[in-house]
């Protein structure tokens, strides 16, 4: 049952209509592409029901905080700490040692309901790390406990010292809210995703219903096409929305308000959209949503991560199925025995269930977080292998963090030991992971350099990602450019993940979504991003020719397009075979056009190419490990034996000029 003390039936058919979508979302289901806004819709659901129930009780003089939040440890806790503890005894089976150690980071921060305030410091709900994060799908339910700290007592507050106000008072925290986040999606993309200031008007619209803001009674006909419209926004939303629409910002009112249309409609009597949502298999899928929510994302995560690849339709399909029968075993077992008071029967021993609940996975996360991962489970050789991911993990300090006011030669950090630096690294994460190599050719060559780079920016001008702020990569690269134009520069070198931002696509079993390159001139049409790609390289071609700097292009790192500290040291702990080394045609067959563009615009441009698979690559493969050291700390940046493989070919890069010059 909900938590309306008036049952809805046709609500808990609204949460089936939010969940179904977000398992499909999750899974892969193409046609679902915008299925995450079913978490918008639960919003909405939330700050309605709880609403209504405490505005119920303070009529009636009985609403009592502590009743409150002893009805939020019944819903809320058990199913989510059973399910954090299975995921501790599933991960010491499964999990190498560092996603071991990143379970239970985001267990423990799970734990005090603060998960979306760490993945909003990590990184984006859309990105590759993000999909292999067992608990990523948690920062819904910290939003929602974050908000329910504070609204009973403003309820409270506003409820006794300005009653007439209520609404309107809330209105206006409302609009401040939606005000954040429409400013938030544009500047602030990440954190207006996660936190709660700016997803809090999605749940005060819920509560506006409560309140009673609208008219109560409207005839069976207008409620069934109230409803359609709602369904319709939400259908909408579902499927033509994707990862690179601006959310939430403004595009979340169309399933929030489709959804309060949903629920408004409901009012009406003998409305037909209300008796389909109130279908008894509707209506079930709705009351299991909660461990539905919880066990099916953990599912999809760990199968990734046991078959190391991406799932396939049916696979996906097979889980998301095997979940909801999860669901209903955690729904029956778990949810309903806490919530009937079956067990923990007295508001005394239900809040002592919950502190030693928070108290027992905050220990356990602990125990691994301190004990790395527990590394002992494995054989030395297999952790050995493992532990080289952590190379990829590098604490950021500000030569990676810069904002493009600040990127200024003084602020960029050096590469080598001289004072005035002659040459400019200049690119994306691969420019960043090769920063301890350029740093020892400087050292080996006596020229220094400085570092401008920033992850996910590639090195083009007047080039954006849509799935980022429109400007950030557009200035980020006008900041270096000027950079670039100080006389002490003599040479730019740009590296750069080149094929995946051509193709616009990740490659072979790599998780995430796939980049959209766009420009002033980009169309629909342009897919591949192959014509925005030219133009922003050819761009910056020509302005650092205009300036006379020399250049040099590092091309494209073979990607191995699998996670390879965790596949390698996965065969020698569980003694399986997985891999096979990618084939020297592969990676030319994915540089085909980028290699084809370089030899065009050389003669034009005349800078020099450096070529990494002609150090990685033998005449038929690429390899990953050499001497049983992986070459790569995860599918596609290199490990530090890695790039010390590539510092002769940089030392000849940094010096090639200048011995041509001197006559060497």
């Not at 949460?15 to 977000?22: F, S």
């Not at 996906?316 to 999860?326: D, E, H, K, Q």
């Not at 669901?327 to 079956?342: G, M, V």
């Not at 994306?428 to 996910?456: K, P, W």
Request: hydrophobic letters at 45%.
């Amino acid at each position: 049952m909900s938590d309306n003390p008036k049952y809805r039936p046709d609500i808990d058919g609204l949460r089936a209509i939010a969940v179904i979508p977000v398992v499909f979302f999750h899974a892969g289901i193409a046609q679902f592409r915008g299925g995450f806004v079913g978490v918008d819709v639960f919003f909405v659901i939330s700050g309605y029901l709880i609403t209504s129930l405490i505005l119920q009780e303070m009529k009636e003089g009985g609403f009592s905080t502590l009743v409150f939040y002893e009805r939020r440890i019944r819903r809320i806790f058990p199913a989510v700490f059973g399910l954090m503890l299975a995921l501790f005894v599933v991960g010491y089976w499964l999990l190498l040692p560092q996603p071991f150690v990143e379970l239970s980071k985001t267990a423990l921060a799970t734990t005090f309901f603060a998960s979306n305030l760490l993945f909003w410091r990590q990184a984006g709900y859309f990105d590759a790390p993000g999909e292999s994060k067992p608990l990523l799908h948690t920062w819904s339910l910290a939003v929602e406990e974050q908000f329910y700290i504070l609204f009973p007592l403003y309820l409270l507050v506003v409820v006794r010292w300005l009653r007439h106000g209520l609404k309107w008072l809330t209105v206006c925290v409302a609009l401040l809210s939606f005000a954040l986040s429409l400013y938030g999606v544009a500047f602030k993309p990440s954190a207006t995703f996660y936190l709660a200031p700016t997803r809090a008007w999605e749940l005060l619209l819920g509560a506006l219903l409560a309140m009673g803001g609208f008219r109560r009674q409207v005839s069976a006909t207008v409620g069934a096409m109230i409803g359609l419209a709602g369904i319709s926004l939400i259908a909408y939303s579902v499927f033509f929305f994707s990862d690179v629409t601006p959310f939430p910002g403004a595009s979340a009112l169309v399933p929030c308000l489709g959804t309060a249309l949903v629920i408004y409609s409901g009012s009406a009597s003998g409305n037909w959209v209300s008796h389909l949502l109130s279908l008894r298999p509707i209506v079930f899928i709705g009351l299991i949503s909660y461990s539905l929510y919880l066990w099916h994302w953990p599912m999809l995560v760990f199968a990734r991560l046991y078959l190391v690849r991406r799932l396939k339709p049916m696979e996906a399909i097979g889980i998301a199925v095997s979940s909801m029968f999860l669901a209903t075993l955690s729904w029956k077992f778990i949810e309903q025995p806490f919530r009937q008071r079956k067990l923990a029967s007295t508001r005394k021993t239900i809040f002592a269930f919950g502190i030693v609940c928070m108290v027992s996975v905050a220990s356990l996360s602990l125990w691994v977080w301190l004990g790395n991962g527990l590394p002992s489970r494995m054989s030395p050789e297999a952790g050995r292998v493992a532990a080289i991911a952590a190379e990829c993990i590098k604490p950021r300090d500000h030569c990676n963090s810069l904002g493009h006011k600040d990127v200024h030669l003084s602020n960029l950090c050096p590469l080598g030991s001289a004072a005035n630096p002659e040459f400019l690294l200049w690119g994306d994460s691969h420019a960043e992971n090769l920063r301890d190599s350029f740093v020892q050719a400087a050292n080996l060559t006596g020229i220094s350099g400085a570092q401008a780079t920033r992850a996910g920016c590639p090195p083009m001008l007047g080039v954006a990602r849509l799935d980022l702020p429109p400007s950030q990569c557009v200035e980020f690269s006008n900041a270096v450019l000027k950079v670039a134009s100080d006389n002490s520069i003599k040479k730019v070198v740009l590296v750069a993940r080149w094929a995946f931002w051509a193709e616009g696509a990740r490659y072979l079993h790599e998780q995430g979504t796939n980049p959209k390159l766009t420009d002033e001139e980009s169309s629909d049409a342009d897919s591949p991003s192959h014509a925005v790609f030219k133009r922003g390289l050819e761009r910056l071609l020509s302005a650092l020719n205009a300036l006379g700097k020399e250049i040099v292009i590092v091309a494209s790192i073979p990607e191995i397009g699998w996670d390879v500290p965790s596949v390698l040291g996965r065969e020698l702990w569980q003694g399986r075979e997985i891999h096979s080394d990618p084939t020297l045609a592969e990676y030319l067959n994915r540089n085909r056009f980028v290699f084809k563009l370089f030899a065009e615009l050389q003669a034009s441009y005349h800078f020099k190419l450096v070529y990494p698979h002609e150090t990685l690559c033998d005449k038929t493969l690429c390899h990953v490990m050499i001497d049983r050291q992986p070459l790569y700390c995860d599918d596609n940046h290199l490990s530090l034996r890695g790039q010390q493989l590539l510092i002769p070919s940089l030392v000849r890069a940094l010096t090639e000029d200048r011995d041509q010059k001197s006559g060497k």
